[in-house]
């Protein structure tokens, strides 16, 4: 969610994933039925239920008590995800028999990013005796399994680092990032690790410090997928950094950004009582900051499959994104929905097919204005924004960067030198807010691009 000045800002379990649930109002085309009624299970446990508007194989749109919602597959509990996918195909088809060899592969292809190995075999079984030119299509999926799951150890353990001294304190410094000297910048640092080491007495003597040039990363994870963790932070500081040309020479942040990331809940919600007294139950991560310019992440990973990888990878920069922006110039604050479009958008472009923001935002966005629904709700800016609409926010502000990436950055940089958001896009887009909604709507019906200016994929 947004990183906003008080303590904490978590992404839900509700979004997580790469965000949930968001906006319709009226049919756009697919499949769904104005009679069909589905409920679903997100992979945090609860339950939601409405009218199918549409669906295709990686995203569903529902209608949830009159809000149009676009939920991806990867965002559903494992077994909710396969009968699901298996209930609308069968609806489609008619029966079982009429489920034809690619509806069993895409079948196959869930189980498998849930490492139900044995379930997909039998899927891609049926899609060979339907079709005999999928064989290789499926042989292939089982080998790139196979492969990644024995690339990485996932229940291997690293030992513990050598303690640091956790006596002292760090005082908090009266400015951030760039204007630290190097000096100062270190000793900052130096008072993130006792931080770092004070956790890990506390939640695991197995949590280790991976630290990269603008990272302090603690981890229980396998030794072997720490350059993963380490490459994820350092890309999303990259590509943020290229978008508002940050000189290589300059730092956002007053030390390192301090960041966990946990293999349970148990130590997530644990870490999160240590280092904020919060209460993360509903939460997959968060993003803590203060006025001095402080700024943690806490993320934990659900299971150790290719979906539930990619749940946290996602969570893991749009949070970090979250860490970046409230230190970027200053802690001015942007409004809700750029802070968390702009979230969701660099998480896609660092993950790519990972990430299910592109497949959400476009189906969100496509029904918001198929229902003509007004964006009044979502630009009231309180502080806070339904992590319903984030995929809709996410398409607002991949419009704002396909239509002038140098004017998008310029915008963010006046608002945060305190300028309006009305006054900011008059002055870089020369629109208003009504001409910025009916531009978008007109961008939208047009087809989309992604926030790169690529056609968005399917």
């Known amino acids: ?68 919602c676009a939920i991806a597959y990867d965002q559903l509990e494992a077994r909710s995800a396969f009968t699901t996918m298996r209930h609308l195909m069968l609806t489609r088809r008619g029966s079982a028999d009429a489920l034809t060899a690619e509806d069993h592969f895409n079948l196959g292809s869930l189980l498998l990013g849930r490492n139900r190995h044995d379930r997909a075999k039998r899927e891609f079984q049926l899609a060979r005796r339907k079709d005999a030119s999928w064989r ?82 603690w981890t229980d994870w396998a030794r072997a997928e720490h350059d993963q963790l380490a490459m994820w932070c350092e890309s999303m500081y990259a590509k943020l950094s290229g978008m508002f040309d940050v000189p290589s020479d300059r730092h956002v942040f007053p030390g390192k950004c301090l960041v966990f990331c946990l293999r349970s809940q148990a130590r997530f919600l644990k870490a999160a009582k240590i280092l904020d007294n919060y209460n993360a139950v509903n939460a997959l991560g968060y993003t803590s900051t203060d006025p001095n310019g402080h700024t943690h992440v806490v993320v934990f990973r659900q299971g150790g499959s290719p979906v539930g990888r990619d749940a946290f990878a996602s969570t893991l920069v749009h949070e970090g994104v979250h860490a970046f922006v409230h230190l970027y110039r200053g802690q001015g604050r942007l409004p809700t929905w750029v802070n968390e479009g702009l ?27 198929a229902g003509n629904l007004p964006l009044a709700t979502i630009m009231v800016d309180d502080g ?30 006046d608002i945060k030198a305190t300028m309006s958001m009305e006054q900011a896009l008059e002055r870089r887009y020369g629109w208003s807010i009504d001409q910025f909604d009916r531009a978008w709507r007109t961008w939208v019906v047009g087809g989309m691009t992604d926030s790169n200016g690529q056609a968005k994929r399917e």
């Open 384 to 413: 806070m924004l339904d992590p319903r609409v984030y995929p809709l926010a996410h398409s607002l502000v991949a419009f704002l960067m396909d239509r002038n990436p140098e004017a998008f950055s310029g915008l963010i940089n």
């Open 136 to 217: 290789a299509k499926c042989d292939a999926a089982l080998a790139t399994f196979r492969r990644d799951r024995h690339g990485v150890a996932l229940t291997d353990h690293v030992e513990p680092s050598e303690s640091t001294p956790a006596d002292s304190r760090v005082k908090p410094p009266s400015f951030v990032g760039s204007a630290i000297d190097d000096e100062r910048r270190e000793k900052i640092i130096e008072g993130y690790k006792r931080v770092g080491e004070q956790v890990r007495r506390k939640v695991g003597a197995d949590l280790v410090l991976v630290e990269t040039e603008h990272f302090l990363i």
């Open 343 to 369: 979230a969701n958008v660099v998480a896609e472009a660092v993950l790519e097919d990972r990430c299910p923001n592109a497949e959400t935002a476009a189906a969100a966005s496509s029904a918001f204005v």
């Open 1 to 68: 969610m947004g990183c906003l000045p008080d303590p904490t800002c978590p992404i839900f379990l509700f979004v997580c994933i790469g965000l949930s649930v968001h906006q319709l109002a009226g049919p756009v085309g697919g499949q769904g039925s104005d009679e069909q009624r589905i409920t679903v299970v997100m992979n945090y446990g609860g339950q939601l239920h409405g009218r199918l508007i549409s669906e295709d194989e990686s995203v569903l749109v529902m209608d949830i008590d009159g809000l149009p």
